[in-house]
């Protein structure tokens, strides 16, 4: 049994994390999840439930049982929204693995449309308003593209240029290129993690920059070289300077 009581599961690609904070929105659980796992390698998946029985626990498929492994020794116990993570690999392979390696076999859904006692499926199809919206940021979130008209306007994209940053070491380090989604405390999450670290400061009005200060300039300089270009999500890879002093 290691720490925390967890007992150890054979590798595999799925990770299962519980004690996770319930009171966190399902939607900024997937993203936080994202973007402090993501650096162990490519994720497949992340499921999280709504419901009553779900909630504090979630799944988060990785591509190779490499980078699974790596993300279970790094982040157990890892204070995540002020709870510490317990994470086990997972006991069942997922359907995305599943996919990956031609094993899925679709699950027989027979028994619940056929029948005198069947449930009538009263969700709309796709054309028709049903579940698209929550299928395109899925697909976001698992590292496909992102939904259409979330993207900015090529001329606003065009119109704002990068701010440059300087090459001097400071202990303040400034950061571009962040996704729309951008919480002060998923850039704490992934910064925290480094020795030296003060706090994260957004910036009103533009989700794309922050700044981040550390103790010292030797300890900004540690936590810039392991995460710039770092992805927090699959079209948003984070540029790190130094600020200018």
Known sequence: MNQGGVIPLPPCQTLYINNLNEKVKMEELKKSLYAIFSQFGEILEIVAGKSLKARGQAFVVFKDINSASNALRSMQGFPFYEKPMR??????????VAKLDGTYTPKDKSKFTKGAGAVKDKRKPYDQGGNEPKRLMDNMLIGNAAP????????????RQPIKGSGVPHKILFLQNLPQETTEMMMTMLFEQFPGFKETRLVPGRHDIAFVE???DTEAAQAKTALNHF???????MQITFANK
């Not at 086990?88 to 995305?96: E, P």
């Not at 992805?231 to 890879?237: E, S």
């Open 87 to 96: 994470i086990n690999y997972a006991k069942k392979k997922s359907d995305a």
């Open 148 to 159: 259409p008209g979330m993207q900015p306007p090529p001329s606003a994209a065009a119109a």
């Open 214 to 216: 550390f103790n010292s």
């Open 231 to 237: 992805k927090i999500t699959p079209t948003n890879a």
